[in-house]
């Protein structure tokens, strides 16, 4: 019944909408051939080494960050700094960070940066806070870098709830030292957290969502303005710690930022339903939130138990809000993380329930009708999100392993992004040399690339032709310079 129903929506169904402008999908970047060539070989001679390759790369316009979790993104040096700052105080088994008590933090219970004592504990905090040591395979043998992965998001949530100001200041600062212009961020707000835990968990089946709407649309409505007024606060806060509008304004200020709703997907179906409903309403009614997105480990077993039910919901909310863009995360997967069975239709279920973009999409090859699928894809211009680190890290695919470039030999359009930079210690010029390195991507690959963040966001459309347009002339200054010397 899975199975089919994917297949008959991928075999004739109506092309689903997405944000592409008209003629954009194959555009390049306004140069020159004779110069595009010729930069291109200097980066072909740089790819030699790892380290000038980057060199040449930082400089270079990458568009758009389209799968980046903003609480994911932050350096656990920033959250410990601010958690300092704030008076927390380091856990009993010294592995995260809480609220003070009345009479504050105990001595040993500080955090410490630069005592020389406390450096150890500061350390073991930093890995606890990331996956530091787990991409040069030193991490603990019993520990998993994908359980590492998840497991960090708990650790730095008590300082992460009180630090969204701070949190969107660092995306920009980063964004903007890495040539990235715009950040679509997966991002909730604290408004509706106390609302979707009280969902419950009883049982739900297809035939209970529209009863679960009717009781939780009244519930969300008027959670939506606080939440708004939540998000201007927080955007207010990082415009402040920018300097935005002054003289002394940061590179970070001109980095566009647009939010996405991610819903829940490991939890009972109850709390799942509430959480997609708030994104949608939140995403229909806030302009500043472009799309939806649906996250947590997909190989988590309630995840993987109530999959197809999850799609019915997303189904049925997409139909009530035409309007909110869809992007979702499907297939991240490894080949030995569930049995075969449990893999062969995710990524066709999620085009089913109308994704507009999928997010990491690894186990393409463990579908069942994959040739299919991709050239749905090809077809209705649903990109795929590449996180080569992540993908890595957590799931232990890269090289030749990875599904890139059977994606690119059925011209699936793609993008790279960061997943969630601060855990993973990277940054998007590393995904670059990634792509270059392990991948194969030429200089017109990543040219490519750079303008796929941008032309298949989900930016409103005069923005997508304002941001599309102000990198066709960072293109041509980066090519320009590169020509004058510039390394």
Not at 10 to 37: M, N
Request: hydrophobic share 45%; net charge neutral.
């Amino acid at each position: 019944m899975r199975r089919s129903l994917g297949l008959c929506i991928l075999a004739g169904a109506a092309l689903l909408p997405h944000a592409v402008l008209a003629g954009t999908t194959a555009a390049r970047a306004h140069s020159s051939p004779q110069r595009e060539a010729a930069v291109a070989q200097m980066m072909a001679r740089a790819a030699q080494s790892p380290t000038q390759l980057r060199v040449f790369l930082r400089a270079m316009p990458k568009g758009g960050d389209l799968h980046n979790h903003l609480s994911g993104a932050i350096w656990a040096e920033d959250y410990l700094l601010w958690a300092a700052q704030a008076g927390f105080c380091v856990t009993a088994d010294g592995l995260s960070v809480e609220p003070p008590p009345p009479g504050g933090c105990a001595s040993e219970r500080r955090i410490e940066r630069r005592d020389g004592q406390e450096a150890p504990s500061y350390a073991r905090l930093v890995d606890s806070f990331s996956t530091r040591g787990w991409q040069a395979g030193v991490g603990r043998n019993e520990r998993s870098g994908h359980a590492q992965f998840f497991q960090t998001f708990a650790r730095f949530a008590p300082i992460a709830a009180i630090s969204t100001g701070p949190m969107l200041a660092s995306v920009r600062r980063h964004a903007a030292l890495d040539r990235v212009g715009y950040l679509e961020l997966d991002h909730n707000t604290n408004a509706f957290s106390h609302a979707i835990m009280a969902a419950g968990d009883a049982p739900m089946g297809e035939g209970d969502i529209a009863a679960a709407f009717e009781a939780d649309r009244a519930l969300i409505e008027p959670l939506l303005a606080q939440a708004s007024a939540e998000l201007t606060r927080d955007e207010a806060e990082a415009i402040r710690i920018l300097q935005c509008a002054t003289p002394q304004a940061e590179a970070g200020c001109k980095v566009r930022v647009h939010y996405l709703f991610q819903a829940l997907r490991a939890l009972p179906p109850r709390m799942v339903f509430r959480s997609l409903a708030a994104a949608f309403m939140m995403a229909d009614r806030d302009p500043r939130y472009v799309g939806i997105n649906i996250v947590m480990p997909e190989d988590h077993p309630l995840a993987l138990r109530d999959y197809t039910l999850h799609m019915a919901m997303i189904r049925f909310l997409a139909a009530r809000y035409p309007r909110v863009h869809r992007t979702l995360h499907a297939g991240e997967l490894g080949a030995t993380q569930v049995p075969p069975l449990a893999r062969t239709d995710h990524i066709a279920q999620a085009i089913a329930a109308g994704a507009q973009r999928i997010g990491h999409g690894v186990d393409i090859a463990g579908e069942e009708n994959a040739a299919t699928i991709m050239a749905r894809m090809a077809r209705a211009g649903i990109a795929v999100e590449i996180n080569l680190t992540s993908n890595d890290v957590i799931l232990g695919v890269k090289g030749e392993a990875h599904p890139l470039g059977l994606y690119r030999r059925h011209g699936v359009p793609f993008v790279l992004s960061t997943d969630d930079a601060g855990v993973l210690r990277g940054d998007m010029t590393g995904e670059y040399v990634r792509a270059v390195r392990e991948q194969g991507l030429t200089y017109r690959d990543l040219k490519q690339a750079s303008r796929n963040s941008l032309t298949y966001s989900f930016l409103p459309s005069d923005e997508k032709a304002a941001a599309l347009a102000a990198l066709d002339r960072e293109w041509d200054t980066f090519e320009r310079d590169r020509m004058a010397g510039a390394p």
